[in-house]
């Protein structure tokens, strides 16, 4: 993948990390994929109601959206009660933030589960626990998250907000009979993604990588996302998006590391 510093990356970050990011991205060598995903067999399109709504991009309405790490085309299935559920910030300025959950009931409406859970954006990955936040799903049901950053308290309609389908799955005994014989880590990300269990597979690859980052194994599991697009117009939108997401993880990266001073 070839990748290159986008014109909104000079409103979100100053020029000395534009500079690094210019040197930096030419010397990225893409790594082999290390997990494959592969939808389930009986997958089912996403409803209406994922579709995000807001200005493109960040709170100042410019470059990459607030974007669900989670399948597109597809509805995302996990075998967990409570899975860890993850996006991506694209604003470097803190703003209130709200996660929301939603069943869908017998006619496909969806109805909220628990209250709102209030928090802070922070850039780059962001993830939630449900186990944490005292919220269980059922086997069986098909749910709606969605995450909002609350852009300006006096005007809604610039709220950024991404949504995403998710059902939950019973373990297949052959699955478990394998994932008995691993260790957590990287063959549990495998096999996971290989049964076509989206939020399991990225939750532990999450697991792998360093804090509010995303790691190999989850940019791969995105990568595959890409080859799932309905038609070529579709993939090379969603091939832009992770290319800028990558991109302004560096800077991120590069944003954290430039003032920490080694201890004597």
Same mark, same amino acid.
């Given at each position: /993948?070839?990748?290159?510093?986008? $014109? %909104?990356?000079?409103?979100s970050?100053?020029?000395?990390?534009? &500079? #690094?990011?210019?040197?930096?991205?030419?010397?990225?060598v893409?790594?082999t994929?290390? +997990?494959?995903?592969v939808?389930?067999?009986?997958q089912?399109?996403?409803?209406?109601?994922?579709?995000s709504?807001g200005? &493109?991009?960040?709170? *100042?309405?410019?470059g #990459? $959206?607030l974007t669900?790490?989670a399948p597109?085309?597809?509805?995302?299935a996990t075998?967990?009660?409570?899975?860890?559920?993850a996006? %991506?910030?694209?604003?470097?300025?803190i703003?209130? /933030?709200? %996660? &929301?959950?939603? *069943?869908?009931d017998?006619?496909g409406?969806?109805? $909220? =589960?628990g209250q709102p859970? !209030?928090?802070?954006?922070s850039?780059?990955?962001? /993830?939630?626990?449900?186990?944490? *936040?005292?919220?269980?799903?059922? =086997?069986?049901?098909t749910?709606?998250w !969605?995450?909002? #950053?609350l852009?300006?308290?006096?005007?809604?309609?610039?709220?950024? #907000?991404?949504? +995403?389908d /998710? !059902?939950?799955v019973?373990?297949?005994?052959?699955l *478990?009979?394998?994932? +008995?014989?691993?260790?957590?880590?990287?063959?549990?990300?495998?096999?996971y993604a290989?049964?076509?269990?989206?939020?399991?597979?990225?939750g532990?690859?999450?697991q792998? +990588?360093?804090?509010?980052?995303?790691g190999?194994?989850a940019?791969?599991?995105?990568?595959?996302?890409v080859?799932f697009?309905?038609? !070529?117009?579709?993939?090379?939108?969603?091939?832009a998006e992770?290319?800028?997401?990558?991109?302004?993880?560096?800077?991120?990266?590069?944003?954290?590391n430039?003032c920490?001073? $080694?201890k004597?």
């Open positions: /993948m070839k990748y290159s510093c986008y $014109p %909104f990356l000079v409103q970050f100053n020029r000395q990390l534009l &500079r #690094i990011c210019l040197l930096s991205l030419s010397l990225v893409t790594p994929a290390l +997990a494959e995903y939808p389930p067999p009986d089912k399109p996403p409803s209406d109601y994922t579709t709504s200005p &493109r991009g960040g709170c *100042e309405g410019d #990459i $959206p669900a790490l597109k085309t597809h509805v995302g075998l967990s009660t409570h899975p860890t559920l996006w %991506f910030v694209p604003d470097s300025t703003k209130p /933030m709200e %996660f &929301r959950l939603y *069943e869908y017998a006619q409406k969806p109805k $909220p =589960v859970i !209030q928090l802070e954006s850039p780059g990955i962001m /993830m939630l626990s449900l186990a944490r *936040e005292q919220l269980e799903l059922t =086997v069986g049901k749910y709606l !969605q995450v909002t #950053i852009c300006d308290s006096d005007n809604d309609s610039s709220d950024l #907000i991404a949504r +995403a /998710m !059902q939950v019973q373990m297949p005994l052959a *478990e009979e394998k994932l +008995a014989q691993v260790k957590p880590g990287l063959a549990t990300v495998e096999l290989s049964a076509g269990f989206w939020y399991d597979a990225m532990e690859a999450l792998l +990588a360093p804090p509010w980052q995303l190999e194994d940019v791969s599991l995105l990568r595959d996302l080859n697009a309905p038609n !070529q117009t579709r993939r090379e939108f969603y091939r992770l290319e800028l997401i990558e991109n302004t993880m560096l800077i991120l990266r590069a944003d954290k430039c920490i001073t $080694p004597d």
